[in-house]
Each structure stands twice: as C-alpha cells, then as structure tokens.
C-alpha cells in the first residue's frame, strides 16, 4: 500500500544495530531527555526478548543485493597505469633517439619537410581547387547567367575554370619538382634550367612545363592493383616471377590503388541501392559524404605509407623481427636500449588496447544474460520491509516510532547541501567504476541510445536492460529519435529523460495492461501489482518483471546524470531504496483508518481480547486485505491457528504492518531496487549520507517555487499571528532547494500540479499550535499538507527550529 504513503515529518528509523534514541513527549522540555531516554532504552530493552525472534528488521543477509564489484585483476590495472598518450611519447623518444645513434637524424627531417610540403600542403591545395572548382561549376545556375548576356556568361565561366585549374597546375608542378618527379617543357623557348640542370619554375611561366611525372603517378597507382590482379599473381602462380622482386614503390601504389577501387565500389552501391532512392538533393549529398569518405580513407593509407612514416614503422617493427629470428636460432638478439624500451612499450600498447577491447566486448555480450540472472534472484527472493528497531513497543502512551524523536539543533549546520551530496555519491560511484574496470580507458565515452518517439517506453526498456553498467555510467548521454536529424549536445537526452518520465506519468494514470506503475492518492508512483507475489512467473509476465529492473535502473540514471523527472516517487519506496527502516508513523500515515483499527487497538492493552470480542471470532495471525493483496494471508507458518495474545501482539503488528506495506508487490519492489541498485549500489547510497527526502529530490528535481504565489494560495488555519508573518517571510528568503525541502516535508512530494499551488489538493496550510513548547521543531502532516508550527518567539528562533526540521531525517510527527 505504498499508495498511500502520507508521512508526518522527518523521521530517521533506528536500524537493527543502532542503539535506542533518547524521545520526548510533545509537551516534554529539553531537560527531560535524559530520563525519558533512560525509561525509553529500559522499555525497549524489556521487550526485547519476545521480539528478537520476529525478524521485524531482515538480516542484510537476506536481502538479495548485488554482489559488490569486484577490483580489476592487478595485469589489467598495470595495463592501464599508463595512457596511451604517454606509451605513444616514449615510443616517438626512443625512435628519435635511434635515429640520433643512427646519424639519421637531419635526413629524416629532410623527409619530414618535403612531405609536409608536397603531401600535405601542395597534395590538399590540388585537391580543395578540384573539389571546390567541380562543385561550384555543377552548381552554378546557367540560366542565370544567361541572363546577363552570352558574353559575360563565358567570360565568367572562363575565369572561374582558369582560376581553379591554375591552381591545380601550380600544386601538381610543385609536387614533382619537391619528390624529383619527372616535368615536360611544353614551350623550349620559356623554359629554364638550374646550373644542376633542374627545372626553374617560377609562379607565372607554370604554364609552360607539364606535370607529367604527377599523371605518370596517379595512373600507375589506378591501374597497378588491375595488373596485380590479373598478371603479377597468375605469373607467380605460373612459375614465370615471383613476388618477392617487385619493388616496395609499387607494393605501395597496388595497397593505395587498391583502397581507392573498394571505397569507390561502395559509392557505386551506396548510389544504387534502394536506401538512397528519395530526393534529388539528398542523394547528392550522401553521394558527396561518400565520396568524400573514400577519399579520406585512401589519403590515409597514403600518408601511412609516405617515406618518413615507413623509417618509423621500420625502427618499431624490425626488432620484434629479430627477437623472433633469436628465439628461433636459441640466441639473445642484438639490439640497442632505445630497441629494449620501444619494444616494451610497443607491447604495453598493445596489450592495453586489446584489453579495453575485449573486455568492452565481453561486457556488452554478457550484459543481458548477467540481467536476467539479476532478475531470477530477485523474483526468487521477494522483498522484505525493514522496520525499525522496537517497532510496535508501547513506551507510556505511544508506540515506538510515533513518538518524536530530539535532534540536535546544529544538525543543519553540520549536514552537507543537497548538491554536494549528490556530488559525492557521484564521484563514490565512479571511483568504485574505475576500481572494478582497473582504469578510465577502459571505459565508454558515451551511452548511445536510438528511441522511436511513439515507442518510447518500449525502446528505452530493452535498451536499458542490456546494456552493460560501465555504458550507462558514461560521461555522457546521447539519444537520437529515429527519424529525426539532429546532434545530441545535451538536449536530446534532456528531452528523453523528460519524455520517459511523463509518460511513466501518464501510463500509472491509465489501467493499462503494460504499465508497470501506478498513482497513488499522493500522486506519487509506486509499482503496480502484476499478480505474481508467489509461485513461478508466467513468460507473459516476465517482460513486465524486466521493466521494473529497467525501469530501476533508470531512476539511478536520472540521479547519476542529473536529470529530475517530471514524476514523484513514494517516501517509503525511497526508504527502501536506501534501505533505511519503516517506522509506525509510515504505516500510520500509509492509511489511518488500517492503523486506528487494526493496529492502535491491539496495541492498547488488552487489545486483542478487545478486538476478538468485537471481531466475534479469535484474532489470528493473518494479514489484513490491502489494495494489492486482497485475499488475506498467513504472517507466519500455522499463523491461521495462532492467536493474537498480549504475549506475541508486539510481533502480530509488526509482521502485520511489514506484510500491509509490501504485500502484493514483493516481487516488483524487489526487481525496481535491483535495477536501481545495479547502477548505484547501497554501499554508494550509504556514504553519500542521503536521506529518503533527498532522494526524492534528487529524483524528481527541484522547481522554482514562487513565494508570493505560495502564500496567496495557503491557509493559516484561522487568524493569522506573528508566527505565520515570520514563517512567510523566511520563505521568501529561501534559496530554492530550501524551498523544495519544505514542500517534500510537508506535501510528501517535491513537485507541484500542473497548476501549481492553486490546483494543490488539499490547499498548504499553516497553523501554530499551543502544545509543545518553543524548543520543539515543526511537524507536518502530508495527508493534509499541513505544517503545524509552534509560538516561537522570534523570526530567528522559528529560522532556528524550521531549518534543521527541512534537513534531517530524525524529527516528526504524525
């Protein structure tokens, strides 16, 4: 029944191992503690031995948690010790230094400069002129130039052709003269020649001499992997010539022609395949792309190849030739220090990049059987409320648990802010990432996720069950919607995870079959029942089942990436998530009619013989019916023939409020943490010193709230006194993360309707009571979002009880 969810105030269940905390009376004075806390630790201690045996709080044991990660093996963490930056700088220092020992160094920067000026700058100045020169004459609107007249229409055209080919020219002639290629003088008289005899080309008497070398070079690389193909290897086959004779300057033109053929052949398909049959326009563009891309990929097997990348590769492959050679001969290789090293870092680069890539491989292979294992273990062990230590002892007039708890007043002073928070359980969650992966480059960039807009809860929900943790902690998010252009830098995955939660929303809001949550009276989601609590699960609804842990999985995205939904959650559920104990206030707030008969009544004394007398019939132990679990069911083994004496009442009510809490929905709560806990685990949970409204507000972010439009929009529970003019104006002077904590403290939720505090139902109120005293911090009542205040006797001293009320999870009515 977490539908029902009302919590009275900040409330911080003890856990099994805590010891008790000292309580106080509504009207008790601060100087009363220490007895009542002796009195309360003497009733606990008391009731201690007919409860011990009730498991009102589960053993940690029993809790099927995910098994924490495990550190990455110490290889895999030597690996990574260094980057790959840096293995690529020793390997450039130990060729530099081979090259210094060699006396090769100055030739090798000779080659540096001549290929930095022919491939590089001449090479892309002859190819952005083509390009550009071709493009702008394929798009140039005839018609328009026709206009003009005849004339300039040619003149233009000619000047256009003659600047992009004069260009072209320039850059091809260039390109012979720096690689020694051979040019032809088209006019003798023109030409010039250096006292070596070399061409003396100057800038404008480049039209006499002919690149013939340039063309010679471009044909022979187009046409060798042809000759290759249909001589060269039939010949070899043939017995006529070996391979072995063929010189590395044409093994280099078949390699480069070859890559030009194949990226050309996949333009020719791209062109005529039925994908690109749609727009002019657009085929020409993805044409271009292609084009383009061919080009790219052959540019770089011809700048891999250009005479000083071939000395690199031959200074860090040849060793490893010889050390082969010595293995095989039984003898130590001779080779120089720089030699050792290179090889070492070679192989340290090596091993590191084939260790990022199966272990990404194998994540991504073995993430969705490791989910599914996750969910087998959480249908095999439904969930289990916690509750707090003392649950359902009678201490004077109250039961533990409804009983305010004394916080120190500093507690404000001495708790993190929200951000901050956040921000810790964020680094905890990537140090603990990077502890189990043994590095930061073994990890993704992105998580890359394709959703269909009008499928979007049914594409989100496999994309992400299957994905591997490491993916979806990624620094960053990108989604594409199918169909749609555009780049995610940030706004898409804004947008998707405001679209998964409102449609959460709007499924919870309807009876459909596939949703998997549903609205409570709070408005806040808890899961629906699906009608499986016990016995095998049907395959029909096991899809179901792997939404929740899907689904699980997103609300920890959503705090791990900073991304609040559109929805609120349910306070318990959140208390489950950080596994902190339910208490009488939960159950009491959860549905007052259930507590005021079923519970209040058998607490009081003599109650079960009261209620049996009223019930006509024993009080046995057997659940009460709930909206998820109709049917009532036995708390205990043989609990239809045990009966409900003043001796086991204790443990009656608390198995009878743990079995109300969660009955019905064990399974789906248990699949909705695994999710949840996969991401962010609980021992993450735990050092971020969250509380269950932080959580809250973590999930469902933080609104700007208008404090003019909140006051106007409240009552003040009759007249209004100075108390009320004090509380409004330190509203005002919130900062909106106080306001938003004010809001979950006393709504239970952190968002607002639609129509912001004028459609809150019912309406925010603020009274001032008389009980109590000023020491006593405020106390809420969420059922009926109201915050009861006390006459405090200053604006300073209602800042100083109000504060740490917001902030701690350890004072509270009901």
Excluded at 483 to 511: K, M, P, T, Y
Aim: glycine share 8%; charged share 20%.
């Amino acid at each position: 029944m977490l539908s029902q969810t009302c919590s009275s105030g900040p409330y911080t269940p003890v856990s099994s191992s805590r010891s008790p905390m000292a309580f106080r009376t509504p009207g008790s004075s601060p100087s009363a503690v220490a007895n009542s806390a002796a009195t309360a630790a003497a009733a606990v201690a008391n009731a201690a031995a007919p409860s011990a045996a009730l498991r009102s709080a589960p053993d940690s044991e029993s809790q099927p948690l995910l098994p924490r990660a495990a550190e990455a093996p110490l290889l895999a963490r030597l690996l990574l010790r260094l980057s790959g930056r840096t293995l690529r700088l020793i390997l450039l220092c130990c060729f530099f230094c081979n090259l210094v020992r060699r006396g090769q160094l100055q030739a090798w920067g000779r080659d540096v400069l001549i290929s930095v000026e022919a491939d590089g700058l001449y090479l892309m100045l002859f190819i952005g002129s083509l390009t550009t020169g071709v493009i702008t004459l394929t798009n140039l609107s005839v018609e328009r130039l026709l206009e003009a007249g005849p004339l300039q229409a040619f003149g233009a055209l000619t000047l256009l052709a003659s600047a992009h080919g004069f260009l072209c020219w320039i850059a091809m002639l260039r390109i012979c003269l720096l690689r020694e290629l051979p040019v032809n003088c088209l006019f003798h008289w023109f030409c010039r020649y250096t006292k070596e005899g070399a061409p003396h080309v100057p800038l404008l008497m480049s039209w006499a001499w002919f690149p013939y070398g340039f063309f010679s070079i471009v044909f022979e690389t187009l046409w060798l992997p042809w000759r290759f193909i249909f001589h060269d290897v039939p010949s070899a086959i043939a017995g006529e010539g070996g391979l072995d004779a063929i010189p590395w300057s044409v093994w280099r033109e078949v390699v480069i022609g070859t890559v030009f053929w194949h990226c050309m052949a996949f333009v020719v398909y791209l062109g005529r395949s039925e994908a690109l049959r749609r727009e002019a326009a657009d085929r020409r563009f993805l044409l271009f792309v292609g084009i383009a891309c061919g080009l790219g990929c052959t540019l770089a097997v011809f700048y891999l190849t250009v005479p000083p990348m071939i000395t690199f590769w031959k200074f860090l492959f040849r060793p490893w030739q010889l050390i082969a050679q010595g293995v095989l001969q039984y003898r130590l290789p001779q080779l120089a220090a720089e030699q050792w090293v290179a090889c070492l870092s070679f192989a340290w680069y090596v091993g590191r990049g084939v260790y990022i890539g199966t272990r990404g491989r194998y994540e991504q292979w073995s993430a969705r059987q490791r989910m599914e294992d996750t969910l087998q273990e959480a249908l095999a062990h439904p969930f289990r409320a916690e509750l707090e230590q003392g649950f359902g002892l009678i201490h004077g007039d109250h039961a533990v648990g409804l009983i305010p708890r004394l916080v120190s007043l500093q507690s404000h002073e001495r708790s993190k802010g929200l951000s901050e928070k956040q921000r810790k359980l964020i680094a905890n969650r990537k140090e603990l990432l990077l502890r189990s992966v043994g590095g930061r480059a073994a990890l993704p960039s992105q998580l890359q996720l394709t959703i269909r807009r009008q499928s979007l809860l049914e594409d989100t929900v496999p994309a992400l069950f299957d994905r591997p943790v490491s993916e979806l902690l990624a620094p960053k998010v990108s989604v594409k919607f199918d169909g749609e252009a555009g780049i995610d830098a940030g706004g898409l995955a804004r947008e998707w995870f405001d679209a998964v939660g409102r449609a959460l929303g709007d499924q919870a809001l309807s009876s459909s079959a596939k949703s998997v949550f549903l609205l409570g009276p709070d408005q806040t989601l808890i899961p629906r029942s699906l009608g499986c609590d016990v016995g095998d699960v049907p395959q029909n609804q096991l899809e179901q089942f792997r939404a929740l842990v899907a689904l699980g999985r997103f609300m920890a995205l959503a705090v791990f990436h900073q991304r609040p939904l559109p929805v609120s959650f349910s306070l318990i559920l959140c208390k489950h998530i950080l596994r902190v104990p339910v208490d009488m206030g939960d159950v009491r707030c959860l549905d007052p009619e259930f507590y005021n008969l079923r519970v209040a009544r058998v607490l009081a004394p003599n109650g079960p013989d009261r209620v049996a007398a009223e019930l006509g019939e024993p009080l046995t132990f057997m659940s009460a019916a709930s909206e998820h679990c109709v049917e009532p069911r036995e708390l205990k083994p043989g609990g239809a023939q045990t009966k409900v004496t003043e001796a086991n009442k204790t443990e009656y009510v608390q198995l009878l409020c743990e079995a109300y809490l969660c009955g019905g929905i064990r399974r789906e709560i248990q699949c909705l943490l695994q999710g949840f806990w996969d991401v962010l685990p609980p021992e993450v949970l735990r050092d971020s010193a969250l509380g269950p409204r932080e959580l809250s507000l973590l999930l469902s972010g933080i609104e700007r709230l208008d404090a003019e439009q909140w006051r106007k929009h409240s009552n003040c529970g009759g007249r209004e006194t100075q108390v009320h003019k004090w509380f409004w104006e330190i509203v005002r002077e919130m900062d909106n993360e106080q306001r938003s904590m004010l809001l979950h403290f006393t709504t239970g939720s952190s968002r607002l309707p639609i129509g912001g505090f004028a459609e809150l139902r019912p309406p925010f109120s603020v009274s001032v009571t008389d009980a109590g005293s000023p020491e006593h911090l405020p106390h809420s009542h969420t059922c009926a979002n109201h915050i009861v205040l006390h006459r405090y006797k200053s604006k300073d001293n209602v800042r100083e009880k109000l504060l740490p009320a917001l902030f701690s999870e350890d004072f509270g009515f009901c």
